[in-house]
């Protein structure tokens, strides 16, 4: 139970040794007219990341899903991976893990050149343009995991073996938890956090978008999580939400 998880969060805690997918459940809590409710697992068998792509989540690692009901229009709803990803960073760099955060919703680990897969996010929302009515937010963090034991195709990487031991989950997930209520109540202080974080400012980038590949100098985010892009031909604004791969060229 989330007694025996002892944890003192903002939210009340549901949590599960082994559930199919936690943004799954949390989207059906939301049906039934829930908020504010984390969904937390030692181990999901059917995670997911976005595309429908697989997110491994072998026991060990910190699974959770915040559903909450934000006073916010839905095209403000990126704002909240943002939050999240910054409050990941701070429990993680917290923890002894200097994470980072590459646009929009990677957390990584850097060595030299090397980029390593940390944290995956997955923000589901549903509503009317005017107004969301839920918003979920899928966080899968790779905490007591081994690496091997993770696609090796994603470069993946763990609280642990970034560490050297163990990582005291309950402690992490407290301070990510808190970090992202404080986060989420006062959004207009997100982008700014996250500039402290990012890798992606300064960088020679290509996105691929909708409307076809930009490529520039990413120089700013934008409220609510928009990239700014300096390309050879002016100003490109990038939302969150167009955009499928970000990397440097
Ligand atoms: P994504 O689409 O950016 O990343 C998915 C890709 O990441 C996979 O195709 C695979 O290559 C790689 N991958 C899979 N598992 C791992 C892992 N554990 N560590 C590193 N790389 C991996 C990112 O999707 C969003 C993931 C959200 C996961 C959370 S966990 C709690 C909640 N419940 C749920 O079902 N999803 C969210």
């Not at 599960?16 to 059906?28: C, E, F, K, L, Q």
């Not at 994603?154 to 560490?163: G, K």
């Not at 076809?212 to 928009?226: N, R, T, Y």
Request: with cysteine.
């Amino acid at each position: 139970s989330a007694v025996e998880y002892g944890l003192d969060a903002p939210f009340s805690v549901e949590y599960h040794d082994s559930i199919p997918s936690t943004n799954a459940r949390a989207r059906d809590l939301a049906a039934e007219g829930a908020s504010d409710i984390v969904v937390l697992a030692d181990e999901q068998t059917g995670g997911r990341g976005r595309l429908d792509r697989d997110w491994h989540s072998p026991s060990g690692g910190v699974w959770l899903s915040v559903l909450f009901r934000p006073d916010v229009p839905m095209a403000h709803a990126p704002v909240f991976t943002l939050a999240s990803a910054v409050a990941v960073t701070r429990a993680a760099r917290e923890a002894g893990v200097e994470a980072s955060i590459k646009w929009p919703n990677d957390v990584l680990v850097r060595r030299g050149e090397e980029e390593r897969k940390l944290v995956g996010i997955l923000t589901e929302m549903e509503g009317e343009a005017d107004r969301v009515s839920w918003v979920v937010v899928g966080i899968g963090v790779n905490a007591n995991v081994d690496p091997a034991d993770l696609p090796d195709e994603a470069n993946p990487t763990s609280l642990s073996a970034e560490r050297g031991e163990p990582v005291d989950r309950r402690l992490f997930t407290q301070r990510l938890l808190e970090e992202f209520d404080s986060l989420r109540q006062d959004t207009e202080q997100v982008v700014e956090a996250w500039r402290e974080y990012a890798t992606t400012l300064g960088q020679q980038v290509r996105v691929e978008t909708p409307g076809g590949p930009i490529e520039g100098e990413a120089v700013d985010i934008q409220f609510p999580g928009a990239l700014v892009i300096e390309t050879e031909s002016g100003t490109e604004v990038v939302s969150a939400g167009d955009c499928e791969h970000l990397r440097p060229v």
